[in-house]
């Protein structure tokens, strides 16, 4: 349970609560994240009755990218765009006045909401989230989904640097730990940089 004052000026942002990450028969099944809707649910009301804007973010990649391992790179083939496993969890509480943002999709390694970099080049470029945020006049950036140790940290890095007050809900979070810690440092590199977690 967390007690967390929503308003206009607090935005709820819900990382990547897609099948292919929090289905247990997902391409890259994060541990626990079938665990975590009760909880978002919960805060994706509690944040619509408040007036806070909620972002649902979706990894979406193109069926070829240097972000899967047969491509050269790290990742089992997930989240292709327009197909079931880059649907969103069945069961959250979405809403048609809910942002959707996508990352990823021009084939770049899609880890934070806010930005993404391309494979080749290195070149990081931006998302449309941060100017839908200063549009609405957001201030605080409240953080739930997967992975802890990928997109929740790098979303939430990025918040603090673009100046939000950042906060991460730790219940609501799971991490994929392809080494034993890794969540666990997330945590650590979030608090370090200034994030709460909560
Ligand atoms: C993610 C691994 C690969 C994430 C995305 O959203 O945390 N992790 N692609
Ligand atoms: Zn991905």
């Not at 048609?96 to 943002?101: H, K, L, P, R, S």
Request: with cysteine.
């Amino acid at each position: 349970m967390t007690d967390i004052d929503y308003g206009p000026r607090t935005a709820l942002l819900v990382v990547d609560l897609q099948e292919d990450f929090a289905s247990p028969n997902g391409s890259l099944y994060v541990p626990g994240g079938d665990e975590v809707l009760g909880i978002i649910n919960r805060e994706i009301l509690r944040a619509r009755k408040a007036g806070s804007p909620i972002i649902f973010t979706q990894d979406w990649h193109p069926p070829d990218t240097h972000h899967f391992a047969k491509d050269g790179g790290t990742w089992p083939v997930h989240c292709v765009r327009d197909t079931p496993g880059a649907e969103l969890i069945p069961g959250i509480e979405r809403d048609e006045t809910d942002t959707i943002t996508r990352k990823g999709v021009g084939g770049e390694d899609g880890y934070s909401a806010f930005s993404v970099r391309d494979t080749r080049t290195g070149a990081v470029s931006e998302t449309a989230l941060n100017g839908i945020l200063e549009h609405r006049r957001v201030l605080r950036v409240v953080i739930a989904g997967l992975a802890t140790d990928y997109c929740v940290k790098e979303s939430a890095l990025d918040a603090v640097r673009l100046g939000y007050e950042t906060i991460v809900i730790r219940a609501a979070v799971r991490a994929v730990d392809l080494q034993p810690g890794d969540g666990d440092r997330a945590f650590a590199a979030m608090a370090a940089a200034g994030v709460a977690i909560v």
